[in-house]
């Protein structure tokens, strides 16, 4: 199975800040990979997909690069509602492989 | 609007079976490939399974966790997705997603998503 390896694990910023979240995948995924976001309590949000796809009525501030084997989740401009955890998830191959997340929390 | 709702959750001893269902609307169902997510308590999310869509005849994957054990099926008429869990273990706890996968090209997209449904096995 493809190894998904996210960093970091959790990350403090302030509101405004510029928050980069990297995922590494064990081999070429070419760009089958999405990220997702999720709230406690709630069920995963897509953000991006094709690596660097905005889903429809997610906002500009989240954007997505990277092929091959290496991925970006930005968020230009750090927002409250932004605190969350946030995974990425290979799409290549079987079986589908997620990163272990990335816990962003407001200072 | 596009919904689906999981119900079935539940306690269950080890060994023992329970079947999830995921009602959807407001989609042509047989046109999209649907598969189930889960994530165990204060856990990151694991893909359990997969079922292609009517074109390529509802074929199915499995991860390795739960191949063998449980099977991802759909009543078309229904407009349902299921679950069937057998041979249940106390690893097997968790919430359990389903979710829509909304591309037409060859990477998936979850777009949309049940809200879960909890599982829990306990003697």
């Known amino acids: 199975a493809i190894q998904m390896t996210q960093s970091p694990s959790s990350l403090s910023a302030s509101v405004g800040d510029r928050v980069t979240i990297t995922c590494r995948a064990s081999q070429d995924i070419r760009s089958d990979l999405g990220w997702y976001q999720q709230k406690p309590g709630r069920a995963p949000k897509l953000l991006i997909y094709?690596?660097?796809t905005l889903q429809s009525g997610v906002p500009s501030r989240f954007s997505g690069a990277g092929s091959g084997t290496d991925f970006t989740l930005t968020i230009s401009s750090l927002q409250p509602e932004d605190s969350a955890t946030y995974y990425c998830l290979q799409d290549d191959n079987y079986p589908l492989t997620f990163g272990g997340g990335t816990k962003v929390e407001i200072k | 609007d596009v919904q689906l709702v999981e119900s079935g959750g539940g306690l269950v001893q080890p060994g023992g079976s329970l079947r999830l269902s995921c009602a959807v609307s407001g989609f042509p169902f047989s046109d999209h490939h649907m598969d189930w997510f889960r994530q165990a308590p204060g856990k990151g999310l694991e893909w359990i399974g997969r079922s292609r869509n009517k074109a390529l005849s509802h074929t199915t994957q499995y991860a390795a966790s739960v191949k063998g054990r449980f099977t991802v099926s759909r009543g078309e008429s229904e407009n349902s997705l299921y679950l069937q869990m057998n041979s249940l273990k106390t690893e097997d706890t968790a919430t359990y997603f389903c979710?829509?996968?909304?591309?037409?090209?060859?990477?998936?997209?979850?777009?949309?998503w049940g809200q879960g449904t909890l599982v829990t096995v306990s003697s």
């Open positions: 094709a690596a660097s």
């Open positions: 979710a829509r996968d909304g591309s037409v090209g060859p990477t998936s997209k979850f777009d949309f």
